[in-house]
């Protein structure tokens, strides 16, 4: 059993920058895949970053040069160092690991964090 805790969010400026971080518990952290997705108001969830236990990357076009993600496996946490703010990155964002390769697929991630508020005013 993993679980999840985001931390990070909160409101910021258009343009502005945030740090969200999800802590694992559980000692095979550095095993998983970690992944971070979003749901906006009224809209399905969707795919942000991921991150693979050897550190393979894969990302959604909406966030290219912008966001990033990082794993601290000392720590059991990963990062998602999110820039240049628009309003339309507004949502909940989830964290989410699994014991699979890389994934854009939430339904294929077995373990979720109860998510953190991200606004960007514009």
């Known amino acids: 059993q993993v679980q999840l805790v985001e931390s990070g969010g909160g409101l910021v400026q258009a343009g502005g920058s945030l740090r969200l971080a999800c802590a694992a518990s559980?000692?095979?952290?550095?095993?998983?895949?970690m992944g971070w997705f979003r749901q906006a108001p009224g809209k399905e969830r969707e795919f942000v970053f991921a991150?693979?236990?050897?550190?393979?990357?894969t990302y959604a076009p909406s966030v290219n040069g912008r966001f990033t993600i990082s794993r601290d496996n000392a720590k059991n946490t990963v990062y998602l160092q999110m820039n240049s703010l628009k309003p339309e990155d507004t949502a909940v964002y989830y964290c989410a690991a699994r014991s699979g390769r890389l994934s854009v697929s939430g339904t294929l991630y077995d373990y979720w964090g109860q998510g953190t508020q991200v606004t960007v005013s514009s």
């Open positions: 559980g000692r095979t952290f550095s095993t998983y895949t």
């Open positions: 991150i693979s236990a050897s550190g393979s990357k």
